[in-house]
């Protein structure tokens, strides 16, 4: 029997534009969700099919509800009733979406646990990517902390790291509870999420280099393998081709390690595939590296088979992620 071929991202509808609706309420804001899953293909004639999400941020349940919008009803009112708590909810006016940038932006992080290491990229639109990233800083905003705050997962869910930073005002539970909500708000902006993961016990604990040398092995040998097994996910969905520019946002690592064959080096070199290299990042880095930071840690725990307190929250979190995983295991 013949092997099927994996459909490719735009037969699968990420990121596919055409099919797809947002709305705006009279201030000019976008109250629409988008489900990367959505398709283009099968809608009755003459309607466009969209997936508006009750947002959390705005009040809302958080679920997904599929629309049909004719063509007509496009620049008009529009009001639906929500799948999730069947309330009827309104809005001004129903807009068509841009044709998609053929540039998308990948930010990657690594985390590590005591049986798996991972590196997550989290992919972005050029069109989505400006807009996340604002409503990013805005969330953080109007939880009432300064402004530029920034969410590094570490520090917030360690308790003792928490009372060190401008967090210290909320609770572990509270922590909790923010991070579902950031990552059911940058959901909106349609990122797509791919991590590598590499389970450690399938690695000897040390190898040999030569002349009698060896090297232990660390997590940080192994990010670069969980980077090229996340990257090989994106390859198998179809995202890497000449029609599309792809620019990488890497959290940068200081750490230099000796490497087989390769003498010492940094971990940041290893991070490249072909033509992709990591960005130079001046100034700042981009808060959307705090955001494949959560959603890393996060699969991290839910993925390890150590002990996980909040163990439900950590799952509805990862099921929201709805991570691609690509495995780096060692093969002897």
């Keep these: 029997m013949a092997k099927s071929k994996k459909p490719t991202l735009i037969e699968q509808g990420y990121h596919v534009y055409m099919g797809t609706t947002r709305t705006i309420n009279e201030q000019n804001q976008p109250l629409i969700g988008y489900d990367p899953l959505i398709g283009n293909l099968g809608e009755p004639e003459g309607m466009i099919r969209g997936n508006v999400t009750h947002n959390v941020a705005e009040g809302g349940c958080g679920a997904h509800t599929i629309i049909y919008i004719s063509l007509s009803q496009l620049d008009q009112p529009f009001s639906y009733t929500c799948f999730g708590c069947g309330k009827q909810l309104s809005f001004v006016k129903v807009l068509s979406n841009p044709p998609p940038s053929n540039i998308f932006h990948l930010f990657g992080d690594e985390s590590a646990r005591e049986d798996i290491v991972l590196y997550g990229l989290l992919i972005f639109n050029d069109n989505d990517v400006i807009k996340a990233g604002e409503a990013f800083e805005e969330f953080i905003?109007?939880?009432?902390?300064?402004?530029?705050?920034?969410?590094?997962?570490?520090?917030?869910?360690?308790?003792?790291?928490?009372?060190?930073?401008?967090?210290?005002?909320?609770?572990?539970?509270?922590?909790?509870?923010?991070?579902?909500?950031?990552?059911?708000?940058?959901?909106?902006?349609?990122?797509?999420?791919?991590?590598?993961?590499?389970?450690?016990?399938?690695?000897?604990?040390?190898?040999?280099?030569?002349?009698?040398?060896?090297?232990?092995?660390?997590p940080e040998h192994l990010y670069s393998l969980a980077f090229q097994a996340a990257i090989g996910v994106i390859r198998d969905f179809g995202l890497l081709n000449t029609d599309r520019k792809l620019k990488l946002w890497a959290d940068t690592q200081k750490t230099k390690l000796d490497y087989w064959g390769a003498g010492r080096i940094s971990t940041n070199q290893l991070y490249k595939y072909e033509n992709i290299t990591p960005e130079k990042i001046v100034g700042a880095k981009p808060i959307l590296l705090d955001a494949v930071d959560l959603f890393t840690y996060v699969v991290g725990r839910v993925k390890s088979s150590q002990a996980l307190k909040n163990q439900d929250i950590y799952k509805d979190m990862c099921e929201f992620i709805n991570p691609h995983v690509g495995i780096g295991n060692w093969i002897p």
Aim: glycine fraction near 6%.
């Design 141 to 218: 905003f109007d939880l009432g902390l300064p402004h530029k705050t920034r969410f590094h997962s570490k520090e917030l869910f360690n308790g003792k790291a928490r009372e060190k930073t401008v967090w210290k005002r909320f609770s572990e539970y509270e922590i909790l509870q923010i991070a579902k909500q950031i990552i059911l708000m940058l959901k909106i902006h349609r990122p797509m999420y791919c991590v590598g993961i590499v389970d450690r016990h399938t690695f000897p604990k040390s190898m040999p280099s030569g002349n009698s040398h060896e090297i232990k092995i660390l």
